[in-house]
């Protein structure tokens, strides 16, 4: 697996790389840890900030969890929601659509990027970071993103 540099979790404000830090301190030696490592108290600033999809099923992959200020963002709350359905909305798609990747690659996989959308620009940042109940095979994902929005004009 590419190894992905991150600092200290206390000391990064990024929220993808705070997510990333206690993705591997939960990991381990394993390639992947279990959903049930994850300790919401532990990680409760960022937790509001993080969308947990159940990807069992790779022909109907659910939003698990889509956190507080995630729904704020976004003004909606896909939680329960087939991902492909959701992933028709144009930010959703451009800022999360990446998820596809750390199941294939069954590590972590972040992305900066921009897009143009309605006359404005949106420049995002998002991680995906892969959950497995057998240690082998990716059943969730669980990630963060944000953005900014700039007028093009």
């Known amino acids: 697996m590419a190894e992905i540099e991150v600092p200290s979790l206390h000391n990064e ?28 108290y532990e990680i409760q600033e960022l937790w509001h900030f993080t969308f947990t999809i159940d990807v069992r099923d790779r022909t109907n992959p659910v939003f698990q969890y889509f956190g507080s200020e995630l729904r704020v963002i976004f003004h909606e709350d896909p939680s329960g929601s087939n991902v492909l359905d959701a992933l028709n909305d144009v930010v959703l798609n451009n800022t999360i659509g990446g998820y596809v990747q750390c199941v294939e690659k069954k590590e972590p996989t972040m992305e900066a990027a921009s897009f143009e959308c309605d006359g404005k620009e949106f420049r995002y940042r998002t991680l995906c970071v892969p959950f497995s109940e057998d240690g082998e095979t990716v059943d969730y994902i669980v990630g963060t993103t944000n953005y900014k929005i700039f007028d093009l004009a």
Do not use: Q
């Open 13 to 40: 404000k990024r929220l993808t790389f705070r997510l990333l830090s206690y993705w591997n301190r939960i990991r381990g030696e394993r390639s992947m840890p279990l959903l049930r490592d994850i300790a919401i």
